[in-house]
């Protein structure tokens, strides 16, 4: 008797996805719970398992191919093993290993388009999931060497050829084409459709961090040692100090549905993430009730999951405001795009020593500029601008944020 294996069912945000890596082949023996295939979406990348320990006869939908929710996707005919099977699994298998190395998107691309070995490359993701970075620096250590300069020769005048072509050109222009991932055009499409359909507008703050600082540089080591090992960073204070501001000014926590506005009691924070193949929002559910470990430990948790493409719809879906930081990558100051239907989104940027005005003196201190992006449709410049302070003067004093001030 056969089992089928099908894709998961697709949430009604997701229409259809992309079969983007078998990591077995037909005639393979399979154990229970073994990664089969991925399967791209707009948003994440699923992971479907065998059901039961077996050997893949066939491979109904070959790499990439569009399927919709629960499509079928193989035959697998239960039943362990033999020695010889075995045998004859692994044979075929060797044959094929850069097939069955784990490995994102951009990463195969790159390992297709130059003919690479991937069973030769080591892998720094998790479970030895190779990445991007990892073929790129394999890459630069197979370069081959500069092969050495010939001894000069003497010099002999010769007449040029009559044949030359002189206005041939020197050197290459390289081009190559390659499609946008599922997940990337699904985000070029959001990012297109908020700047199009949402009114617009940016905010700009500036705020001390050294109160901040101060505070972490006295209890990291204590704070880290406490919550078994989460590191005490800003974006904890950040999260708190939004969800403080949003209770204080709902419509930044609302959303537009048509004709309606519809105002969240509740303040679910969506916190962006960099990974290889583009920019997602996973979101802290419930945050205002979260403790400053709390977030930090979700945000590092979060991350993993984004980098190791581990992130579920639900992780990812929802939110009433995004705090994003580019701070991380050297920003200094930018506009953030809304993620609709969210009305605004609070940027942060990198600190840098400045100076400012203080008690009538001129001193340096470590500044933050801050934007806040919001829909006017909705939120008045008013309440942008009151939002926007009351996060940096919580921030310029964190005592506030835990006592509720």
Known sequence: ??????????????????????????????????????????????????????????????????????????????????????????????????????????????????????????GTGKDGRINKEDVLAHMADQAPAPAPQPAPQPAVMAAPAASADLSEPTSERIERRVPMTRMRARIAERLLSATQQTAMLTTFNEVDMAPLMRLRSQYKDQFEKTHNGTRLGFMGFFVRACCEALKRFPEVNASIDGNDVVYHGYQDIGVAVSTEDGLVVPVLRDADFMSIADVEAAIRDLGLKARDKKLTIDEMTGGTFTVSNGGVFGSLLSTPILNPPQTAILGMHTIKDRPVAVDGEVVIRPMMYLALSYDHRLIDGKTAVQFLVTVKELIEDPSRILLQL
């Open 1 to 122: 008797m056969k089992i089928e294996i099908k894709a998961p069912a697709f949430p009604e945000s997701v229409a259809d996805g992309e079969v983007s890596l078998w990591h077995k082949q037909e005639g393979d023996f399979v154990q229970r719970d073994e990664l089969l295939v991925e399967i791209e979406t707009d948003k994440v990348v699923m992971e479907v398992v065998a059901p039961e320990a077996g050997r893949l006869d066939r491979i109904l939908v070959d790499v990439g191919n569009t399927i919709e929710s629960e499509a079928l996707l193989a035959e697998l005919t239960p039943g362990e093993a033999t020695e010889s099977s075995e045998a004859s699994s692994t044979s075929a298998t060797v044959e094929k290993a850069e097939v069955a190395v784990p490995m994102g998107p951009a990463a195969r691309q790159l390992v297709e388009e130059h003919g690479l070995d991937a069973s030769a490359i080591k």
